[in-house]
């Protein structure tokens, strides 16, 4: 059964700062996805990465991916108040169709 | 832009009353998902569909049934509401074929008194 395992859970953080969140899985997958959640809002896709060493980036955020370790993760540089928001890592495992299960999400909040 | 609609936003019921709760897409996307957000826990799965009148059990099904008789749509109904499935419920589509990402819904929040 695929877990996925995101932290910190909860994350404050002072506007100017760099910082890392984690996502660790535990079957073989090369397919994993980052989404950010606004309070009340849905979820919207921040990234998509599909291969062992991909990297995106997307102004302060970058995500990159790891399939040996199994690991994820997305770096938030010199962080502003605006990136506040609930971020979650999701995988597709190699097999069990395109089911995604997803991490219990980082709520992030970024002090002015 | 890919648009998933669902049909509430905000939904009371009773125990033991069957809730439909329904889902459009409008991308032509072949596969539909249902999961539901709970404090601390994430995105559950509860069911999911690659194509029309399939479906596969997600993570949690128990409790609940889906329908997809159009590709557009697909319907969650919890056949016997519980308290315990007080939460929101976001639906989501994708292409086929994996390797992209999911469009999600703006939820339902259901509330079993």
């Known amino acids: 059964e695929l877990k996925v395992e995101q932290n910190p859970l909860f994350l404050s953080m002072q506007e100017g700062k760099n910082y890392t969140i984690y996502c660790n899985y535990s079957?073989?997958?090369?397919?994993l996805y980052w989404y950010r959640q606004d309070p009340g809002k849905s979820l919207e896709s921040l990234f998509v990465?599909?291969?062992?060493?991909a990297v995106k980036q997307e102004g302060r955020l970058m995500a990159s991916l790891d399939t040996k370790a199994r690991l994820s993760t997305l770096h938030i540089t010199a962080a502003v108040h605006d990136l506040s928001a609930t971020y979650f890592c999701?995988?597709?495992?190699?097999?069990?169709?395109?089911?995604?299960?997803f991490g219990a999400g980082t709520r992030l909040f970024v002090k002015a | 832009d890919v648009k998933v609609t669902q049909s509430s936003r905000y939904l009371v019921k009773r125990t033991g009353e069957k809730v439909f709760l329904e889902c459009v897409q409008d991308?032509?996307?072949?596969?539909m998902f249902w999961y539901r957000q709970d404090p601390g826990l994430g995105l559950r799965l509860i069911y999911f569909?690659?194509?029309?009148?399939?479906?596969e059990k997600g993570d949690i099904p128990e409790g609940y049934s889906v329908s997809r008789e159009k590709k557009e749509r697909f319907s969650l109904i919890l056949e016997s509401a519980s308290t315990n499935q007080t939460s929101m419920y976001l639906c989501?589509?994708?292409?086929?074929?994996?390797?992209?990402?999911?469009?999600f819904g703006n939820g339902t929040r259901l509330t079993v008194t």
């Open positions: 990465l599909l291969s062992n060493g």
């Open positions: 569909s690659y194509d029309v009148k399939m479906k």
């Open positions: 991308m032509d996307h072949e596969n």
């Open positions: 999701a995988v597709e495992p190699e097999t069990g169709g395109f089911k995604t299960i």
């Open positions: 989501a589509s994708s292409e086929g074929g994996g390797n992209s990402p999911l469009h």
């Open positions: 079957t073989t997958s090369d397919r």
